[in-house]
């Protein structure tokens, strides 16, 4: 049953970073100010939806050894902390940004103040860039481990001729 939770939770934080990149794709297309860390922020969420779709791609063996210690260790738990906190930052920047989208009905004093408390805040895009970094370092480590843990576990095969045993070394 761990297993099951283990995959539905890498799921919600894919659907999660899903949801995050469309609207910071939408936000680029829409902004003249702070442009540089929308779209910093919107590759750093590509990136990590595109290692989450790998790792749950490579997971499938749900039974092999680092899967076991993952679920042991809660890892699913801690990386979906560590997006959640993002996407909440994330939608915090999206809200101070959204009187300065071109297509919005925002007086001309609300535009200054969005624009003046972005140039005071603008540093606050670090976070969350920095913990979708921690977690696409984490699904980078993982992905390897369960690729590695795959390729011992095809050597074990007794059924299996030297040559293809020489060949998933050379992989290795």
Not at 30 to 47: G, I, Y
Not at 50 to 59: A, E, K, N, P, Q
Not at 95 to 122: M, Q, V, Y
Not at 135 to 154: E, P
Request: charged share 25%; with cysteine; glycine share 2%.
């Amino acid at each position: 049953m761990e297993a099951i939770g283990t995959v539905a939770s890498v799921f919600a934080i894919y659907n999660q970073l899903e949801q995050c990149g469309k609207r910071l794709h939408q936000l680029k297309h829409n902004f003249r100010v702070a442009k540089q860390e929308v779209n910093l922020l919107a590759d750093e969420v590509s990136a990590c939806q595109g290692l989450f779709g790998i790792f749950r791609h490579i997971s499938h063996p749900l039974e092999s050894r680092v899967m076991q210690l993952a679920r042991t260790q809660s890892l699913e738990k801690i990386l979906k902390s560590q997006a959640t906190f993002a996407f909440d930052q994330i939608n915090e920047i999206v809200l101070k940004l959204e009187p300065l989208k071109k297509d919005t009905n925002a007086s001309g004093f609300d535009k200054f103040i969005a624009k003046l408390r972005w140039h005071l805040t603008k540093d606050e895009v670090q976070a969350p860039l920095i913990m979708l970094s921690s977690v696409k370092i984490s699904l980078t480590a993982l992905t390897c481990l369960l690729v590695l843990d795959c390729s011992v576990a095809d050597l074990r095969r007794p059924s299996l001729p030297e040559s293809d045993k020489e060949l998933i070394i050379l992989q290795m």
